[in-house]
């Protein structure tokens, strides 16, 4: 079983642009989306649609860069002790280099540097790579969250505080009201795993819908995406909250 997480990893100023760039291109969504119904607003629509497309296409710019770090990650990932966190961070790293260079193929396409590519077959690769990646990362997310309760009803334990926390089976068993009640306790003293699973969660709000697995509308891809921009800027900004291994 792992201890305290401690390998750290570093975005630099590459992932700080491009999460400026996903913020205001999910913002122009959500906010075209609020507008659409407006007849007054399709000027401001049109524009605010026309930036989003920019942002888009902004992002591309930062792919490669994104590719050769995912790879890196996934090289200190597979040195991790503790075989979970190993797995699924080495095998999630993985697929998100391979989407960053399925999207890379795609904007190769784009510029027009290279005409023979089947575009369609290399957008559903780049988002079921990326859909993988995002599930896997939830799983190591669980696994987190599972041993840090199962640490908690261990420490009540210890301090001969077994009577108001079980083991963990114990309480997935006994009712509904306990077993949230150690979750909102878990989650609370660990915000890092908090961030990083519902940053994980609007991640997938987005694939979820490309993949015809649960539709949903652009204000609600626009708001989780908004969501999961300012999550990545704040674990950049303030490094105490991004999730450690």
């Known amino acids: 079983m792992q201890t305290e997480p ?3 990893y570093s975005d630099g100023l590459l992932s700080e642009m491009g999460l400026v760039s996903k913020a205001t291109q999910y913002a122009c969504m959500l906010l075209s989306y609020m507008l659409e119904h407006k007849t007054s607003r399709e000027e401001v629509i049109m524009k605010l649609k026309n930036l989003e497309a920019s942002m888009r296409s902004g992002r591309k710019l930062f792919r490669l860069g994104n590719m050769l770090h ?3 990650s996934a090289r200190h990932a597979s040195q991790l002790p503790d075989l ?3 797995c699924c961070l080495t095998a999630s ?17 784009s510029v027009g540097l ?19 990646s995002l ?5 190591n997310d669980l696994y987190e969250l599972c041993w840090r309760m199962e640490q908690s009803t261990r420490k009540e334990k210890l301090q001969g505080d077994s009577s108001r926390l079980q083991s963990l089976t114990s309480l997935a068993t006994s009712g509904l009201q ?21 940053k994980n969660l609007c991640d997938l709000s987005s694939l979820l819908d490309v993949l015809g697995i649960y539709k949903t509308n652009p204000g609600i891809i626009g708001l989780c995406g908004l969501i999961s921009s300012f999550v990545g ?13």
């Open 114 to 132: 290279i005409s023979d590519i089947n575009k369609k077959k290399w957008r559903s690769r780049a988002t079921k790579y990326y859909y993988y």
């Open 178 to 198: 306990p077993f949230l009640l150690l979750l909102y306790i878990t989650l609370k003293k660990h915000p890092p795993l908090l961030l990083d699973t519902v």
């Open 233 to 245: 800027i704040l674990t950049i900004a303030v490094p105490q909250l991004r999730l450690k291994h």
């Open 84 to 86: 979970v966190p190993r």
């Open 135 to 139: 599930l896997i990362n939830l799983v």
């Open 70 to 72: 995912a790879f890196v």
């Open 6 to 8: 401690k390998h750290v």
């Open 93 to 109: 790293n993985l697929n998100r280099a391979l989407y960053f260079m399925c999207d890379t193929v795609l904007w190769v396409k």
